[in-house]
């Protein structure tokens, strides 16, 4: 910001911003009452789910039948432990998500409350590197959300196991 004030013909006020901002669209969603945002390219589709198509497999992991595929179901809320696994989440919204590797899971979100682009703001440099987030960013309102990053979240440990166990109930 630069400030040129000349005696008598006024004041300029000149904002300068990076030539390279990166912009992502995002969908902003909530998440036990945490604003957070998922890139739009990773999302395939949302749905309510039917009751009848959700199972329960192993020691407490879930999956949904969709279209002839068993696929793994992620509550985004206790997995960043903002809360413990909801009891029912037919009542919830999946997005249908495909990382870079065509894996697929579905991410359980309590709302979805807009499209839109966003600038985003590295953690990393200020802060050490958070599991399941890409980046975060400034919404127009003032606050900040998380930028979620479908690959991380599907790449840890219990997510890998999860996959497994899809795999044995579908054979």
Do not use: C, W
């Given at each position: 910001v630069?400030?040129?004030?000349?005696?008598?013909?006024?004041t300029?006020?000149?904002?300068?911003?990076?030539?390279?901002?990166?912009?992502?669209?995002?969908m902003v969603?909530?998440?036990?009452?945490?604003?957070?945002?998922?890139?739009?390219?990773?999302?395939?589709?949302?749905?309510?789910?039917?009751p009848?198509?959700?199972?329960?497999?192993?020691?407490?992991?879930q999956?949904?039948?969709?279209?002839?595929?068993?696929?793994?179901?992620?509550?985004l809320?206790?997995?960043?432990g903002?809360?413990?696994?909801?009891?029912?989440?037919?009542?919830?919204?999946?997005l249908?998500?495909?990382?870079?590797?065509?894996?697929?899971?579905?991410?359980?979100?309590?709302e979805?409350?807009?499209?839109?682009?966003?600038?985003?703001?590295?953690?990393?440099?200020?802060?050490?590197?958070v599991?399941?987030v890409?980046a975060?960013?400034?919404?127009?309102?003032?606050?900040?959300?998380?930028?979620?990053?479908p690959?991380?979240?599907v790449?840890t440990?219990?997510?890998?196991?999860?996959?497994?166990?899809?795999?044995?109930?579908a054979?």
């Amino acid at each position: 910001v630069s400030i040129q004030s000349d005696p008598g013909e006024g004041t300029s006020f000149s904002i300068s911003l990076p030539l390279t901002l990166a912009v992502v669209e995002g969908m902003v969603i909530k998440v036990a009452g945490q604003t957070m945002v998922v890139p739009i390219s990773a999302i395939q589709e949302t749905l309510r789910p039917d009751p009848g198509a959700i199972q329960t497999i192993g020691a407490g992991g879930q999956v949904l039948r969709n279209r002839n595929n068993l696929v793994p179901i992620i509550d985004l809320g206790s997995f960043f432990g903002f809360r413990a696994p909801p009891a029912r989440i037919d009542d919830r919204v999946l997005l249908m998500i495909e990382t870079d590797n065509h894996q697929l899971f579905a991410l359980v979100v309590d709302e979805i409350q807009d499209q839109r682009q966003v600038v985003i703001k590295s953690l990393e440099t200020n802060y050490q590197r958070v599991g399941g987030v890409a980046a975060a960013t400034i919404l127009g309102d003032g606050r900040i959300a998380l930028i979620i990053d479908p690959d991380r979240i599907v790449g840890t440990q219990s997510m890998r196991g999860l996959a497994d166990l899809t795999l044995q109930a579908a054979e």
